[in-house]
């Protein structure tokens, strides 16, 4: 059984450009999490997906940035007009439906020239 | 909203030590207690967590914690370290009306010494 993929591993952009990172959670999994993980940080919820739904959003900077889990295929995390402060790993967390432990992916790792 | 605190950023012990890395979480209402840790370049890891039930809690690769709600505390020890537990340890919250939403601790950096 496959665990959290994330692709890609690691994403350069420089300023401006726009960066998609792809989750595709567990098999058997509908709950879909995006943390951010700064240099020498802890995790920061970002936001909270089932399929189609936004259901927590509280932890999204209010512009540039947007998720989505559509009905198929992996959940995926937009950031647009990227910034150097955006440079960080941005981790997916996926659940099954009743709920319990997170079950992390390796991360994506974010540089913005 | 809930909070957790992770007094200690760095911790270095020597080999076949014991450690204790420390946490107090702060909430409202009833919590789930989590310890993940995270080696270099990877994702988190579930070391062990807490529900209900027995305050003792016992996870992998020896390790265990010990809920105390009166403290609020979910502090992490291990009899006896090894060099491969050197990793960030980070303590989470989960409030029991949200389950899935966990929230982090800052993380605590354990170098274990030869």
């Known amino acids: 059984n496959a665990g959290v993929m994330q692709n890609p591993r690691h994403l350069v952009r420089r300023r401006g450009q726009e960066a998609r990172l792809r989750c595709s959670p567990m098999?058997?999994?509908?709950?879909v999490y995006w943390y951010r993980q700064l240099p020498e940080e802890g995790l920061k919820f970002m936001v909270y997906?089932?399929?189609?739904?936004?259901?927590?959003e509280s932890g999204m900077p209010k512009e540039r940035f947007s998720a989505e889990f559509p009905k198929e295929g992996p959940s995926i995390l937009r950031i647009q007009q990227v910034v150097r402060g955006d440079s960080a790993a941005y981790f997916c967390?996926?659940?099954?439906?009743?709920?319990?432990?997170?079950?992390f992916g390796e991360g994506s790792r974010l540089t913005v020239l | 909203a809930q909070s957790v605190t992770q007094l200690d950023s760095q911790v270095p012990v020597f080999e076949e030590a014991p450690v204790e890395l420390r946490c107090n979480y702060s909430?409202?209402?009833?919590?789930?207690l989590f310890w993940y840790v995270q080696y270099p370049n990877q994702g988190l890891q579930l070391l062990l967590k807490y529900l209900s039930g027995s305050t003792l809690v016992k996870g992998i690769n020896g390790f265990e914690a010990e809920f105390n709600k009166s403290q609020t505390s979910f502090h992490l020890r291990k009899p006896s370290v090894h060099i491969s537990d050197t990793a960030e340890y980070f303590c989470?919250?989960?409030?029991?009306?949200?389950?899935?939403?966990?929230?982090f601790g800052p993380g605590t950096s354990l170098s274990v010494i030869p």
């Open positions: 997906l089932q399929k189609e739904n936004i259901i927590d």
């Open positions: 098999k058997g999994h509908s709950h």
């Open positions: 989470a919250v989960s409030e029991k009306t949200s389950y899935d939403k966990v929230i």
């Open positions: 967390a996926s659940s099954p439906p009743q709920g319990g432990e997170l079950f």
């Open positions: 909430s409202s209402v009833s919590v789930y």
